[in-house]
């Protein structure tokens, strides 16, 4: 059966760093993606990363760039989420999906497989 786990959340000080792993398997993943979304207390989930898994090419949101820095393994199965600079702000549960596509946009085409439990990222002092 596909799916996708996700690792490595916790609490963090602000300005520290923490790294999610997201784990994909029983998936096709050629000419494919991973995204990285979040969703915080009271409000929408948002994308805001996605890697392309074929040639790695990368897109970040807005709120994100410059501090996250999403990546894969040399095996492809593997995927990362290095989170630098945390503020309170990023305090969210964080999943990872397989997609179709990978835009500037962070939306569009379609996700495959379903919601897994996420990791939860918290940031405070």
């Known amino acids: 059966q596909s799916h996708v786990v996700e690792s490595g959340g916790g609490l963090v000080q602000p300005g520290g760093s923490l790294r999610l792993s997201c784990a994909a398997s029983?998936?096709?993943?050629?000419?494919?993606?991973i995204g990285w979304f979040r969703q915080a207390p009271g409000k929408e989930r948002e994308g805001i990363s996605c890697i392309t898994v074929t040639d790695g090419r990368t897109y970040y949101a807005d709120s994100v760039k410059g501090r996250f820095t999403i990546s894969r393994d040399n095996a492809k199965t593997t995927f990362y989420l290095q989170m630098n600079s945390l503020s309170p702000e990023d305090t969210a549960v964080y999943y990872c999906?397989?997609?179709?596509?990978?835009?500037?946009?962070?939306?569009?085409?379609?996700?495959?497989?379903?919601w897994g439990q996420g990791t939860q990222v918290t940031v405070s002092s």
């Open positions: 029983g998936f096709t993943l050629d000419n494919r993606a």
């Open positions: 999906r397989v997609r179709s596509l990978c835009n500037s946009a962070l939306r569009g085409g379609l996700l495959f497989g379903s």
